[in-house]
């Protein structure tokens, strides 16, 4: 396993999402120090935080740790879901990321969204 690897992906998935390394760090229980240090490939989470990031971004715990995946297979997964997307969708999604996290919890209570990980569970 090569811990730059993993801390790309953690990276690149946390900036898709548009998580602050704060944001993400208060959902799995790490200081932002900690998480940059995983995303720089300078120390490697333990299973238990790899298993809350896969939760987190809804990716299988074998894509964290498999090396194989290539730039094509990413570039194919970006490519169908902007394919499918709206300019109206897109507006959606920069108003929500600027949100505060009230307003963003306020939101996912109105629209119904149930969350899969421990800390939006912890947090209602």
Known sequence: MNKLVIGNKIKYERQ???LTLDELGRRLGVSKQCLSGWEHGRNMPDIISLHNISLIFNIDIKDFLAETKTDSTVEKNKSLIFDTITEKELLIIEKFRSMS???????????????????????S
């Open 16 to 18: 898709r999402f548009g």
């Open 101 to 123: 996290p009230d307003k963003r919890k306020a939101l996912e209570i109105l629209l119904d969204i149930k969350s899969n990980t421990k800390y939006e569970a912890d947090k």
